[in-house]
């Protein structure tokens, strides 16, 4: 009967078999795609790369603005060697320019980036104290006629520290007097505010803490990750060559 041979299909010991393997291969393949779990090591390891990683990017990042930014001033001003103590400078001249050539440099400028087309010039007059050794009389070369005021020794800067208006309304009305500092590598240049100290912080913050950390970070990480082990030599296996006549 029909049915009797159905029902002897569904019973057939082969077919049971094959269903099985085919369960049991689903099943293997559903376990192999799951993912495998990580130990607490490997956790460990893969975040103390991330973190590492992580700021040996920052740091490294970080040096391209502000070494331009502020390094680099700190630094100049340092070489420009400003005198420790303040002298009294008296404002003679403000002149107002603009064209690209008149405006080489510029007292105050926003931005040291902006564009170079308008410009102030401010000159000050200021006289250097004589030696200790020497008190009772100034020599010639110690009366310095006019000088360039700069509000830094880039003569630009950004809001809030640096703002130009402010720096111009104080300083720029002829027959000011004003502390001020005078380079002794250049005494035509001067400045307003001058403080070494702070130029020497400047460097030890925005330089070398952020340079220390990138070489310090990308040691470990090529600890971590590279293999510095010396390796032997390999070793070269001689063939023979067989002529065959």
Same mark, same amino acid.
């Given at each position: ?109 926003? /931005?040291?980036?902006?564009?170079? +087309?308008? *410009?102030?010039?401010?000159?000050? #007059?200021? %006289? $250097? ?42 300083? /720029?009305?002829?027959?000011?007097? +004003?502390? *001020?500092?005078?380079?002794?590598? #250049?005494? %035509? $240049? ?56």
């Amino acid at each position: 009967m029909r049915g009797g041979g159905s029902s002897e299909l569904l019973l057939d010991p082969q077919a049971e078999l094959r269903k099985r393997k085919l369960l049991e291969a689903a099943a293997h393949s559903k376990r192999s795609n799951r993912r495998p779990q990580r130990t607490c090591r490997q956790r460990a390891w893969f975040y103390a790369t991330s973190f590492f990683t992580m700021c040996a990017v920052s740091a490294g990042s970080s040096l391209l603005f502000l070494v331009p930014l502020y390094v680099d001033p700190a630094i100049s001003t340092l070489v420009a060697d400003f005198a420790p103590k303040p002298v009294t400078c008296t404002t003679t001249r403000r002149e107002e320019h603009t064209g690209l050539f008149n405006c080489t440099w510029s007292s105050c400028r926003e /931005g040291c980036t902006s564009d170079m +087309f308008r *410009c102030t010039h401010i000159y000050v #007059n200021y %006289t $250097v104290p004589p030696a200790p050794e020497n008190s009772t009389a100034l020599r010639e070369d110690d009366r310095t006629s006019e000088a360039v005021l700069l509000v830094n020794i880039k003569g630009c800067g950004y809001p809030p520290d640096v703002r130009c208006s402010n720096f111009t309304d104080s300083y /720029g009305e002829p027959g000011s007097q +004003f502390p *001020c500092f005078y380079s002794r590598q #250049n005494r %035509t $240049v001067a400045m307003v505010r001058y403080d070494r100290n702070r130029q020497v912080e400047v460097i030890i913050n925005f330089f070398a803490i952020p340079f220390v950390i990138t070489v310090v970070t990308s040691v470990v990480l090529c600890v971590m990750h590279c293999d510095c082990r010396r390796s032997p030599p390999p070793v070269l296996r001689r063939t023979r060559i067989h002529d065959h006549r």
